[in-house]
């Protein structure tokens, strides 16, 4: 991978000569009197090529890192692997990841390491897309509107049919998702599975995630998911924007549903850190959870007013590097889905309200359930590990006692934030399939899934062995 890296930092750097001269200077000011003693101020952190690394690159752009002492450097990483490794080496001191990624590392899938996260980067963000031509197949099979418009949200049971035409002429029907412990993975399969599709299975020998599959689902960086689909080797994917909005722009694929619709205000990416950098550098790691709530607020603040000009910052080649048209399409208010069928979604990228940034430990339990459900945990675990594993990697005291700091310092308002929460949102039902989702009783959830594994179940060889009665 070749790196390109963001240009000096937009505010004026003292030399380290003057840094001292400086800091006495400002020491009036609320701000600079509360200013924590960092323990690393050179920082490097990666992300990935999409509209919700967002946070990063305002707490960049707008000085809210050097406001904490920070100078970072933004780096854009080719792959999620890539990105994790970097984390766990050192080589980056963290990242925009992928709300599955510390989880999964932590449990020892994959790649070990124990991994933590103390930010949540935003609420939804993601599609499903398929191609111009699965799109045709599907359209016999959906609810049309008055105006001949599709019914919202579409029901991958509109699919089902697609596939078994496949099927019969022997051809298999692949997906694209951006990783095996992606937030898209599990949602892709969840909607798969709410229409009666099988996404397959993961097991400890096989970890291709295709095991008794209809639908054959396999990892696609990000950025490559248009160029994919348009080669025909794909039929389509789940991914993060702006690609979904680009297979629109570029006539190659139809988004059929967002992640909003099918769990409303879903929990999507993390800030990374490594459990070691937490331990030994604490004042850095509450310095940059402020500065990244700072800038979760301006993406949000007054009704999205500052959208525009993010949606211009994210369009440069060293961040998202897509056009800005294609940016704002999906980052502004709106989304469009067949070409000209632009529908109104104000809460398609949510970074700050709604507590959006509050690391809730039922987020990475429902995570935690779909590694469960679809294999990738291959045992049964009680509900305890799944709390036990959710509160080893989600901080909220970390980030509960940054907001604080800012509420001091007259930045945020003391409403913004759920002081008294436990850590668990309360069971939800706003899923595209109507099933209640308790993070504190996950196997109970898992149960209750049509799809999937249930308690006792397993997956050994092509099958899965359900429990004996």
């Known amino acids: 991978m070749t790196a390109t890296t963001c240009p000096t930092p937009p505010r004026h750097r003292l030399a380290p000569l003057f840094a ?59 792959n999620w692997k890539v990105l994790l490794d970097g984390v766990i080496t050192g080589s980056l001191d963290g990242a925009h990841m992928l709300a599955g990624q510390p989880l999964a590392a932590t449990i020892g899938y994959g790649t070990e390491a124990h991994i ?59 997906l694209g998702m951006v990783f095996p412990v992606s937030t898209h993975n599990y949602e892709l399969r969840y909607w798969l599975a709410a229409g009666g599709i099988s996404p397959g299975y993961y097991s400890p020998e096989d970890v291709s995630g295709q095991i008794a599959a209809d639908a054959y689902l396999s990892v696609t960086p990000p950025p490559q998911m248009p160029s994919t689909l348009e080669a025909g080797t794909i039929d389509g994917y789940a991914v993060g924007e702006p690609w979904n909005q680009a297979a629109v722009f570029k006539k190659i694929g139809v988004p059929v549903i967002t992640d909003y619709e099918i769990w409303k205000n879903n929990p999507e990416k993390v800030f990374g850190i490594t459990a070691e950098f937490a331990e030994t550098n604490p004042n850095t790691t509450l310095a940059i959870t402020k500065a990244l709530i700072r800038a979760a607020k301006w993406l949000d603040e007054n009704d999205n007013a500052n959208r525009a000009e993010a949606v211009e910052i994210l369009s440069r080649s060293e961040y998202v590097g897509a056009d800005a048209e294609v940016i704002a399409a999906s980052m502004t208010g709106t989304f469009e889905f067949e070409a000209g069928d632009v529908r109104e979604v104000p809460d398609f990228n949510v970074f700050y309200r709604y507590f959006a940034t509050y690391p809730y430990y039922s987020d990475a339990v429902w995570y935690l359930t779909q590694m469960r459900r679809w294999g990738q945990v291959a045992e049964d675990m009680p509900d305890s590990w799944y709390d036990e594993v959710a509160r080893s990697v989600y901080k909220p005291e970390i980030y509960l006692e940054a907001a604080r700091l800012l509420v001091e310092e007259g930045h945020v308002d003391e409403a913004d934030f759920p002081w008294d929460s436990t850590g668990y949102r309360e069971p939800t039902a706003e899923f595209i399939d109507g099933v209640t989702y308790d993070g504190t009783k996950p196997n109970a959830y898992i149960d209750s899934l049509p799809i999937g594994l249930k308690t006792g179940d397993s997956v050994v060889g092509a099958e899965v062995v359900a429990a004996a009665n």
């Open 116 to 174: 933590v996260t103390p930010f949540s980067m935003d609420l939804n963000g993601n599609g499903i897309t398929v191609s111009n031509a699965v799109w045709e197949l599907m359209k016999p099979h959906l609810e049309m509107d008055a105006e001949g418009k599709p019914v919202h949200p579409i029901s991958a049971a509109a699919l089902k049919p697609v596939i078994e035409e496949f099927d019969i002429e022997g051809r298999p029907f692949n």
């Open 20 to 78: 001292g001269l400086a800091l006495g200077l400002l020491t009036s000011t609320a701000s600079s009197a509360a200013m924590l003693d960092v323990e690393k101020d050179e920082l490097k952190f990666g992300f990935i090529k999409l509209t919700d690394m967002a946070p990063l690159a305002i707490a960049y752009e707008l000085g809210y890192f050097e406001d904490e002492g920070l100078y970072v450097t933004l780096e854009p990483q080719a």
